[in-house]
């Protein structure tokens, strides 16, 4: 297909992050799903990025015009994403194939603009994903290390048999709403102090949450243990992913992680999902193993290419 560049003009535009154009970019990402197998930036993930990560933040903050920039066709379209995740060095490029050749445009505004406050630049990529290494390469940027695994899973191969320990159960979290020991398992799972009730209120409140699909374990003493959120995707009724998952530092290798994906696996399989997508970081990180073992269908590195800023 011809790059479409050539016969209109693309414009670029800050993102204001009203709920229009939030909505207008899971659009266009729902739209790129069916065209680009080495997407990263999902639908889900933006609803994960605005209603969870930064559910913090005041929808007006600079932020957001600071880490998002979108381009547009003549007919006003969106046929180009760049979104930072976490504001640091982290930019995430998505683009819908017709478009390739806004490629140059989007790397100035990279360079000239995002990168001005900034001595590195980093960006995933799909380890297959030879076009935009090359794309990359031709930028400056190099191979930095394996970041990430993605790994799916066929739920119709799948036993999801789980036995837990004597006195611990299972939950939806809806069952107890529990949100102040929620909070403290994440905490102490990501060794992540600053999350808040606000985070949860925010993720719980995307328009994809599924609250049969957010599970708990639950200890005797109702202490929240482990958890796992899982996701239908939007665009196809037979996928879907689990993010996060996590477990209490004091309540690791004891099988409770195993046992609540799978309890999530089973709920999604009896809603008609059959593929589940899991992301986690790459080797040596310990979660590998628990990933591992619950048997993949496939397997996908995410590498970060990388380059200083002049």
Request: with cysteine; net charge negative.
């Amino acid at each position: 297909m011809r790059d479409k560049r050539r016969r209109m003009k693309i414009t670029d535009h800050d993102y204001s992050n009203t709920d229009e154009e939030y909505h207008e970019i899971c659009a266009f990402l729902n739209r790129l799903s069916a065209q680009d197998p080495f997407m990263h930036w999902e639908s889900g993930r933006m609803n994960f990025w605005r209603h969870g990560v930064h559910a913090n933040k005041a929808r007006e903050a600079q932020f957001f015009r600071d880490n998002v920039h979108l381009w547009r066709s003549d007919a006003h379209e969106i046929v180009g994403l760049c979104i930072s995740e976490y504001g640091k060095d982290d930019i995430f490029i998505e683009v819908l194939p017709a478009y390739r050749g806004i490629y140059a445009d989007i790397f100035a505004w990279i360079n000239n603009h995002w990168a001005a406050t900034r001595t590195t630049i980093e960006i995933d990529v799909f380890s297959g994903d030879t076009e935009k290494i090359r794309l990359l390469e031709a930028q400056g940027f190099s191979f930095a290390y394996h970041f990430e695994n993605k790994r799916t899973y066929d739920l119709e191969r799948m036993d999801l048999g789980y036995t837990l320990e004597a006195g611990f159960s299972i939950q939806s979290f809806s069952e107890s709403l529990d949100f102040a020991r929620r909070v403290a398992l994440v905490q102490s799972a990501f060794d992540n102090p600053a999350y808040t009730e606000n985070n949860l209120r925010g993720l719980m409140a995307s328009p994809d949450y599924v609250a049969a699909y957010d599970l708990v374990v639950v200890a005797p003493d109702k202490q929240q243990v482990a958890y796992c959120i899982g996701w239908p995707e939007q665009t196809a009724d037979d996928k879907g992913y689990i993010e996060p998952v996590g477990t209490h530092a004091a309540f690791r290798r004891r099988g409770f992680a195993k046992a609540v994906i799978q309890e999530c696996f089973a709920r999604m399989r009896a809603n008609g999902i059959r593929t589940v997508e899991i992301a986690s970081r790459a080797e040596p990180a310990v979660a590998n193993y628990l990933y591992d073992a619950l048997s993949p269908q496939t397997k996908r590195e995410v590498h970060k290419y990388a380059k200083a800023v002049d």
